[in-house]
């Protein structure tokens, strides 16, 4: 299994908010991960990440010098920040198969999260389903996520060209009448 990238701090049903373990190297928007809970792979894709202090009533100042140079000067700043990253849950593991729809339940809070394999990445993207789950969530950049999501799964399979006209081919299918979201999510996968 990879190495865990974050631990789950709320749950809803459709979707999860987590804090990463450091730092460095946050999830990308748009990246597949995975919490195990309850002997169950629960899949999210990654929609919103920020990085904030970890006092809810205490903002973070501008000290005007570069980043690695002030965590250089003042390593304390480091202890009172916090990455943390939101996804939509698109899928879970059915002792064995991976299904792209809501789970039965959502992962438990204080499960770990992890990035997807890429066999998990090639499953959850075969027939682009999950499209059609984040397109139904409220507040989503769904044109983004979608595009970068398809991207993704594309370099994961050697950015193979068939797949990229595929899926073409089924978000127009699967956002038949919405059409300017459809040409919209086109336009960003074929640059």
């Known amino acids: 299994m990879s190495e865990r990238i974050g631990e789950i701090i709320e749950v809803y049903t459709t979707r999860f908010l987590a804090q990463a373990d450091g730092l460095e190297n946050p999830p990308h928007f748009g990246s597949f991960v995975k919490a195990e809970s309850q002997g169950m792979a629960i899949y999210g894709l990654v929609y919103n990440v920020h990085e904030t202090s970890i006092d809810p009533n205490r903002r973070a100042v501008a000290f005007g010098i570069e980043r690695t ?17 939101e996804a939509a849950i698109i899928g879970f593991n059915d002792a064995g ?14 499960s770990f999260i992890y990035p997807c394999e890429k066999q998990e990445v090639l499953d959850l993207t075969e027939d682009l ?19 970068a999501s ?23 299918q699967l956002l038949k009448e919405e059409y300017e979201k459809a040409r919209s999510i086109i336009r960003r996968i074929s640059d």
């Open 150 to 172: 398809i991207r993704l799964a594309c370099s994961e399979r050697g950015n193979d060209r068939a797949f990229l006209v595929r899926a073409g081919q089924e978000i127009a």
């Open 69 to 85: 140079e002030l965590f250089k000067r003042q390593p304390q700043i480091a202890e009172f920040l916090k990455i943390e990253f």
């Open 97 to 110: 198969y991976i299904r792209a729809y809501l789970p039965p339940f959502p992962p438990r809070i204080h």
């Open 129 to 147: 389903e999950f499209i059609r789950s984040i397109n139904a969530l409220p507040g989503l950049p769904v044109e983004e996520l979608a595009a």
